[in-house]
């Protein structure tokens, strides 16, 4: 057996795996796309075409969605060398029947009108959810979010805390936080009866984890420094909600960006940070994502030592094929096994859903060939139940779904 044909083995059998999504920014009220630019419009495509010259002026949200499609796509040649723009023509082509090698901006009308015309149909959620072997996806949700009117089995609440955390001294934010528990929270005894309270709501509608973004220089240092935080982590332990924390985010870096296309990392940030969490909260279960491919070995060694500690996805950044597959070989040969969440899409629309975890699957499948199966160290199927594993076996028991 080649070389070739044992990687396109473990991919097929890897994407027949369906998949449990543990992070994306769906809306479950209009969970897929209704217009092309509802594709063209994610951030990473309007980052990359303002990076190479594309204005403001077509984002403005007065402008028709026609407009805003056929700008970032007369720039499409600027970007054919990406991974991004490798997603769009895998959607292109999987979803709307594009039978070309690329896209260009001549093809803009014809694509807007093929989407348009899949878009409409009826059943397309359900569509989207078959094509990708998609069977739930969890959700981004802010503390006062509307949890109701959808089906929670297939989307899965999450709390979402940074606005708790790093805004909670607002009046609006406890304004809003009052109207959804019923506490005015303004001490340590009021905000605790408020997060219990809220806790209480998301675990009765079916929330399976708790999540936060932070900065690099962020440093958990105790409950007199960042008592909210502290008092999150306290309630997930008694809820036993594992606790996502996505690391290493500087916003408002590029302050002229374009809307989400403005967040950096850098290398101030380190794991040892988070020292005084790690072994305070011993029930817990973290689940690490880190922003840049660098912090990759510190993620690595936290998981290798540290029973709470679980490496999650690759994130924003290093969300692509050249930091994936080192990262991800890092952590196949030294953390174990049932401790790794292999990867989340975190997509707006469920069309990126397939895209994105077929990227990740690909380079899945050439590590568990070559470090692998070749090697003698696994059988064939053997592989591949280490790939399911990464997929979905382990969001399943972590998660509780």
Known sequence: MTTD???????????????IDPHSHIDPRQPVSRHLDDILGYHYYTELAH????????LKPDV?????????????????????????????????????NGVSAADADRLIEAATRQFQAPDWEEQVFRRTNLQSIFLTNEFDDDLTGFDRRRYVPCLRTD?????GDRPDVRQRL???????????????RALGRLFEKFVEHGAKACAISLPPDFAPTGPDQQPVFWMLAEFCRDFRLPFDLMIGVNRRVYENGVFQGQDLFDHRGSLLNYRRLFNAFADVTFCVSVLSSGMNQELVSHAW???NVVTMGHWWYSNVPAYIEPDLRARLQAVPKTKQIGYYSDAYKLEFVLPKYRMYRRCLARILADEFVRTHRLSEEQAI????????????????V
């Not at 044909?5 to 998949?19: K, Y």
């Open 163 to 167: 606005t708790l955390v790093f805004h």
């Open 64 to 100: 028709p969605p026609h407009e805003r499609v056929r700008a970032i796509l007369q720039h499409a040649d600027h970007l054919d060398n990406t991974v991004q723009y490798s997603w769009f023509v895998e959607i292109a082509r999987e979803f709307l029947g594009w039978d070309g």
């Open 385 to 400: 139940e280490l790939g399911r594993l990464l997929l979905r076996g382990n969001v399943e028991r972590i998660f509780g």
């Open 305 to 307: 030592i540290f029973p």
């Open 178 to 192: 009052a109207r959804v528990t019923g506490v005015e929270a303004g001490d340590e005894g009021s905000w605790r």
């Open 51 to 58: 990076s190479v010259g594309m204005s403001h002026s077509p």
């Open 5 to 19: 044909r044992l990687t396109e083995n473990l991919l097929d059998a890897l994407q027949a795996i369906p998949l």
